[in-house]
């Protein structure tokens, strides 16, 4: 192990705490607040543009394929992406790279199959697109549900990403102090969303994504810098500094080579793949561009700005464990989610030096800003959902006008944000990339079956739907309560209880074939009347052609 690394690993829980410590972390809070002054003064701004429920929804439909996309990078790539990958890596190697490849190619299902047809068939939710040729009450009632608690798994990891982070920041080392960060970030988390809505959101995440790349590739180069840009060096050191030597870079550190450990990596790949085009939080982004054609261009923009993330992400997790090391980065926090900014700390200088902590201010704050934009993103999502699905069409049934609506919104955004705060001071124990894939496993039992079905099945029925809603969605969330996520060991979310009965870590391998299953089983067991036909072909027109969209 390197002097710098073994130094670090006094300083790790309290990265800043000898010598200058106070000079030092007096300069990181300064430059972390005023990154995220900045993001609170454009949600202000674009609150004031916020005029009606199209702008609180969908920003008013003004943005552009390229600025969508940008949104679009800056909402899916999250704590996960910076923080949870970037410690898997660091941890695991090869394994922990796979949540990138995985992550990526996930985007082509959403190019492919959703991106076009969804923004040309909805106007604000996903429940549109149903509510379109199917009953529209039970329908929505299902979709609503099922978008929040998509969202709270997905909101899940972007607390834990936080705790995590700022603790390190504040030199913060007991549990309670991580509780008062969680709390304090879901505050700030309901700010943006009843502030800005969805054009506040946007523009936030725009600025975030530019400052993600722009802060991971100078991490990138000073990293390859660092290794003459050899990567096969970066590689070699990575693998000696893990203590698994060749065995870091091949598969089966985290996924082994048993039953249980070969159906693991296949279930998470499953849920990988084919969460994306089930998230609420992205489906949403569709419907914030004026055409179909822009809708296209936004995925094909974020597919690229993604793409190019994600192969930095090597640099970030391996940089980690050779520079870094994974005894200090565990020390920090035992699911490694402080890897990329220990990272910036290191490659800036090291533990106590100005340019050290300049760095790791600059990163933190851009992974902050990450969080706060992601979670604004999901927050909109489930309590526009709740808003627009359940109480104005469900509740109301339509009686309601836009101020009611909006006003329902806001007030369900703190609800939502209060239950994400208080699940979130339990799981601080996950790995933020490993919380994310249970949501996307979530998404892709629940969401996709039925967004496919709808959009290209012309004998899908509301039973179908309910069906596969909630047959996905109750066979994922029961499957995830019994796993070893949640009990079972110390690193679970409830670590003295243990009811793990079902062996793997995600649903996915059984909960998304059932998603669809049960949705094609309750359609052909459905007597529902025959005009389903004669709405399937105008949605299906609708979703090819745009005639009609809102």
């Known amino acids: 192990m390197s002097t710098s690394t073994t130094a670090l690993l006094g300083a790790t829980a309290q990265p800043l705490a000898a010598g200058g410590a106070g000079e030092h972390r007096t300069l990181i809070i300064t430059l972390f607040s005023v990154f995220v002054a900045i993001t609170l003064a454009i949600t202000v701004w674009a609150g004031r543009q916020t005029k009606d429920a199209t702008d609180f929804y969908a920003g008013g439909r003004s943005f552009t394929g390229f600025q969508n996309g940008l949104a679009i990078s800056g909402d899916y790539m999250s704590a996960a992406s910076f923080l949870g990958i970037a410690g898997a890596i660091s941890l695991f190697g090869y394994d922990g790279f796979l949540y990138s490849i995985g992550f990526l190619v996930a985007w082509l299902v959403a190019l492919l199959l959703v991106a076009e047809p969804l923004r040309n068939s909805g106007r604000f939710t996903m429940a549109d697109v149903l509510a379109h040729r199917l009953r529209q009450r039970p329908v929505r009632t299902a979709a609503g549900t099922s978008t929040i608690v998509v969202s709270i798994f997905y909101l899940l990891a972007q607390m834990v990403g936080a705790g995590a982070l700022v603790a390190l920041l504040l030199g913060a080392t007991g549990e309670g102090s991580r509780r008062w960060i969680i709390v304090l970030v879901g505050l700030v988390m309901v ?4 502030i800005g809505g969805m054009k506040g959101t946007t523009w936030v995440q725009i600025v975030k994504a530019v400052l993600l790349i722009a802060g991971t590739l100078l991490i990138t180069v000073l990293v390859l810098t660092k290794f003459n840009w050899n990567l096969s060096t970066l590689l070699g050191r990575a693998a000696e500094e893990s203590g698994k030597g060749k065995a870091f870079l091949e598969p089966g550190l985290q996924y082994g080579k048993d039953g249980t450990s070969k159906l693991n990596f296949i279930s998470l790949g499953l849920a990988l793949v084919l969460g994306t085009a089930g998230l ?14 822009a809708a296209r261009t936004s995925v094909n923009w974020a597919i690229g700005i993604i793409g190019a993330f994600y192969l930095m992400t090597i640099a970030l997790g391996f940089g980690a464990a050779a520079l870094v090391g994974p005894k200090a980065i565990t020390a920090s926090n035992e699911s490694g989610n402080t890897a990329a ?13 100005t340019g050290g902590a300049i760095l790791l ?3 933190s704050a851009v992974a902050f800003a990450t969080i706060l934009a992601v979670v604004a993103g999901l927050t909109l999502a489930s309590s526009a959902s709740f808003a627009h699905d359940l109480w104005a069409n469900v509740i109301r049934r339509g009686r309601t006008s836009e101020k009611e609506e909006i006003l329902t919104a806001k007030v369900a955004a703190i609800v939502i944000g209060a239950i994400s705060i208080v699940l979130g001071i339990f799981a601080h124990r996950l790995n933020a990339a490993a919380l994310v894939a249970l949501a996307f496993a979530v998404a892709a039992s629940a969401n996709l079956p039925t967004i496919l079905y709808s959009l290209f099945w012309k004998r899908f ?4 739907a309910l069906w596969s809603i909630y047959g996905g969605l109750i066979s994922s969330v029961t499957l995830v309560i019994l796993s ?5 060991n110390p690193k679970a979310l409830f670590p003295g209880l243990d009811f793990d009965w079902f062996p793997l870590a995600n649903p996915g391998l059984v909960s998304i074939p059932l998603g669809f299953l049960l949705g094609w089983a309750g359609s052909l067991l459905s007597k529902e009347a025959p005009d389903q036909q004669q709405k399937y072909a105008e949605l299906e027109v609708r979703s090819l052609t745009g005639y009609g969209a809102h």
């Open 484 to 488: 070893p996520v949640v009990s079972g």
């Open 461 to 464: 029925t509301t039973r179908g």
């Open 341 to 353: 900014p220990l990272l910036a700390q290191e490659v800036g200088g090291g533990a106590g030096s």
């Open 280 to 293: 609420p939080h992205i489906l949403i982004r569709f419907y914030t561009v004026p055409t179909a054609r």
């Open 191 to 194: 700010l943006y969303v009843t």
């Open 361 to 363: 201010a600059v990163i």
